[in-house]
């Protein structure tokens, strides 16, 4: 479990990551443009120079920009930042609020709206997610999963705006930097293990049909997220 200085440290890294993706998205910096070194970054945004490495190493990782050693940082294609038609500037604190908001109401719907089809879909995704849990090389493809779970699960509510919505909130395109997130925040086989059984209460509420349930699951599951990435530190899960 990450302690509470850890956690504030990870935060403010992805602030840093999440301002200069905004930035880039804008204009303001364009495919080619070299960055700003890390001392001006952390000057700019009050972090401290391990801080702003940790920036524009996320950034790096999720291919939004390339280090050319000996010449500087620049700006990669802007098609690999971000999907069209998301600004990228919702809060991180936001996104997960929204989730918390509105994914249980879609699960409760989902109750006596799936079909046989869409579970057997997401079933076949947690079966896949169990047989990663031990496997260290397989968090990228273990997260994907995750959020293709919530993706897809979102179609069962019925109602295609709601459905629209989610989706939108967990796109990868969208949001590069969740997948970040929860890749560092599912470090051991027991993290992970928790995710898949959470996603496994979700389910197991919608295909016995009880959408009460179904929507405290899924509230649990996203209030955990809620705390480990703005509270306490720990596990984030997605």
């Known amino acids: 479990m990450q302690t509470s200085d850890e956690s504030g440290r990870q935060r403010r890294y992805l602030n840093v990551a999440q ?17 700003p070194a890390h ?17 524009f190493l996320a950034l790096e990782l999720i291919g939004a920009i390339e280090v050319r050693h000996g010449d500087g940082t620049f700006v990669r294609s802007v098609a690999r930042v971000g999907g069209d038609g998301n600004p990228l500037d919702v809060p ?29 879909t997401l079933e076949g995704y947690l079966d896949r997610q169990s047989e990663l849990v031990e496997d260290p090389n397989g968090i990228a493809e273990f997260v994907a999963l995750g959020l293709q779970f919530h ?6 509510c019925g109602n295609s705006l709601l459905a629209g919505v989610i989706k939108q909130l ?19 086989p027991a993290s992970r293990q928790l995710q898949v059984d959470e996603h496994r209460a979700v389910l197991k509420a919608v295909r016995d049909g ?8 899924m509230r649990a599951h996203l209030g955990h997220l ?3 990435m703005f509270l306490n530190g720990g596990p984030a899960r997605g």
């Open 151 to 156: 993706s897809d699960l979102a179609p069962g």
């Open 92 to 120: 991180p604190r936001e996104l997960i609020e929204t989730r918390m908001a509105i994914e249980p109401v879609a699960v409760n719907l989902a109750a006596s709206r799936a079909t046989p089809e869409q579970l057997a």
């Open 170 to 188: 967990v796109n990868i395109e969208f949001h590069p930097l969740w997948v970040l997130v929860n890749q560092q925040g599912l470090p051991d």
């Open 226 to 228: 809620d705390r480990a």
């Open 39 to 55: 001392t001006e970054i952390a000057a700019k945004f009050q972090v401290s120079r391990p801080t702003a490495r940790e920036a």
């Open 210 to 217: 009880d959408g009460v349930s179904a929507a405290d699951a």
């Open 19 to 35: 301002e200069l993706l905004i930035a880039i998205n804008k204009g303001e910096y364009v495919p080619g443009d070299r960055l």
